[in-house]
């Protein structure tokens, strides 16, 4: 666990960056809080628990929304300090595809190449998933208030609307965006209070407890209990994504190494806690469930909101949700675009060096930025033209990030006692945790590629592993083509005097 080291001052971080062979280009003055705030933010219990929490309805029902929640979160912890240690150790941008370079025993170039693939993929489907769901509870806000109807092309254009406005707040709004995440913790927290007082406090009636904890509904058309509630468990796995946040936020956190490790984990535990107390109240207090289904909003939670409190008050919750889920895409567009920052500062990405150029004026990835916005739109079009592309793209962020979080795991694992620990570490713990989470991440892996809906026709098909082969097979042809004779894995920008030269040129 945790050594109780002092804390590092920002010359140490600086330091310890340039041991790692990268000039300190991004503006180091994030703190612990704002690190964690982050992860949290882009977990988001108020956007993945609702807006995947129809499919939920659908897959199981109250029965796995309520106890898929604890168990995904459990398991995730575990996957989460198998990588925070790791984080401790490398705390730089790059996070989990040079985590993977660093600790391969061979073929360190291909580990790297991979794995940062992988998080490439999921960061851009999570962006995409968080800011789709946005739009879905925004156009069933709007159709409330002013009957803009819930129709896939509105969705689409809201959908288009917002990502162009997390793209230029994190272009011109650098300050505004770090002050909206700190903000975010308090938004959430008060949110799902708000939210859960209203619906215990308010309504005439509530499903009786066997119902929330026991009862079952399986509306896909499989016939098999158990897959049905396995398929169920990616409403709970989905919000779990995206705490890989902190440590691509690291070149930019003071206190990197401990601070890092520390909000990746405290993101998790606090929307473990704070999630199961959400979707609780909220199955508690459904009314009518297959009106709620049924909703012309298109989204159940909005319609559970009106049904038990009223339409004033239910549209002022909708209000709150649609606050958080704005918060927690503007902050995954902030992390994915580092990311994307990072991999094209080591050649990794078509035009990298377009991609890694940085916004001397801000001392931002501007161009970084703009990808992820641009990608994440191209992601979510096929809902256009497929009812399910919403969960397909919940899916590929599962399947994409989680591949990419446990192959810098396998690695650890394979080191031992070669592993040098960073100040934060779990000790005798680190094996166990690490041979769990990988076996999760396996199972999870396998099972979002399959079919969700029976029978499979064109409009049910998950799309899901299509997504998946198209992006790996593309990594994997240029590897094999071209990248397996240049990509090195990250480089060192330079010697001590270099790298503090490429910092004093940024000032200028």
């Given amino acids: 666990m945790p050594d109780q080291e002092k804390s590092a001052g920002p010359g140490d971080d600086r330091r310890r960056l340039h041991e790692l062979g990268y000039a300190q280009e991004l503006s180091r003055n994030m703190s612990g809080f704002s690190n964690?705030?982050?992860?949290?933010?882009?977990?988001?219990?108020?956007?993945g628990c609702l807006t995947l929490y129809a499919f939920g309805m659908d897959t199981g029902g109250p029965a796995i929304i309520v106890w898929g929640w604890p168990l995904v979160g459990l398991m995730t912890l575990l996957v989460g300090l198998a990588m925070a240690e790791v984080c401790s150790s490398y705390p730089t941008a790059g996070g989990l595809y040079y985590w993977a370079a660093k600790m391969a025993p061979s073929r360190a170039a291909a580990w790297s190449w991979f794995t940062g693939w992988f998080n490439f993929l999921g960061q851009v489907a999570v962006t995409a998933g968080i800011d789709f769901g946005a739009a879905f509870f925004?156009?069933?806000?709007?159709?409330?208030?002013?009957?803009?109807?819930?129709?896939?092309?509105?969705?689409?254009?809201?959908f288009g609307a917002i990502l162009v406005l997390h793209g230029l707040l994190n272009t011109f709004g650098v300050r505004l965006v770090a002050l909206f995440n700190d903000i975010s913790v308090w938004w959430h927290i008060a949110g799902v209070l708000l939210i859960v007082g209203a619906l215990v406090v308010l309504p005439d009636r509530h499903q009786p407890a066997e119902f929330v904890f026991t009862g079952f509904v399986n509306n896909t058309g499989w016939s098999s209990t158990i897959y049905v509630g396995m398929l169920g468990l990616l409403l709970a796995q989905y919000t779990f994504t995206g705490y890989d946040a902190s440590a691509h936020m690291t070149e930019e956190t003071v206190d990197a190494a401990r601070s890092g490790p520390k909000g990746m984990v405290m993101s998790i535990v606090v929307s473990l806690v704070a999630g199961w107390v959400l979707l609780i109240g909220l199955t508690f207090a459904i009314q009518d469930y297959d009106g709620a289904l049924a909703s012309e909003t298109g989204v159940p939670p909005a319609q559970i909101f009106i049904d038990a409190v009223g339409m004033s008050l239910g549209k002022f919750l909708l209000v709150v949700v649609v606050g958080a889920q704005f918060f927690c895409g503007m902050a995954s567009v902030t992390a994915n675009s580092r990311m994307i920052y990072a991999f094209s500062r080591d050649g990794a990405l078509p035009a990298s060096r377009f991609w890694h150029r940085i916004n001397k004026r801000t001392r931002t990835p501007t161009n970084a930025i703009w990808l992820a916005a641009g990608g994440a739109f191209l992601l979510g079009l096929p809902y256009l033209w497929n009812s399910t592309a919403y969960a397909a793209v919940t899916s590929v962020a599962v399947i994409g990030l989680y591949i990419a979080y446990v192959l810098p795991t396998i690695l650890r694992l394979r080191q031992g006692d070669r592993f040098h620990r960073g100040p934060w570490h779990l000790g005798r713990w680190s094996r166990p945790i690490g041979i769990i989470a990988v076996i999760w991440v396996g199972f999870i892996a396998v099972l979002f590629t399959l079919p969700q809906k029976s029978p499979v026709t064109v409009e049910t098909f998950n799309y899901t592993p299509i997504a998946v082969l198209?992006?790996?097979?593309?990594?994997?042809?240029?590897?094999?083509?071209?990248?397996?004779?240049?990509?090195?894995?990250?480089?060192?920008?330079?010697t001590p005097e270099e790298l503090s030269a490429i910092e004093r040129d940024l000032t200028l």
């Avoid at 156009?139 to 969705?155: I, R, S």
């Avoid at 198209?470 to 330079?494: C, D, E, H, N, Y």
């Fill in 138 to 158: 925004l156009n069933a806000l709007l159709d409330l208030q002013f009957g803009f109807a819930a129709t896939p092309e509105h969705t689409i254009i809201l």
């Fill in 470 to 494: 198209v992006v790996l097979g593309f990594a994997g042809i240029w590897w094999l083509v071209s990248a397996r004779k240049w990509f090195t894995g990250p480089k060192v920008q330079g």
């Fill in 36 to 47: 964690f705030a982050v992860s949290f933010t882009i977990i988001s219990i108020l956007s």
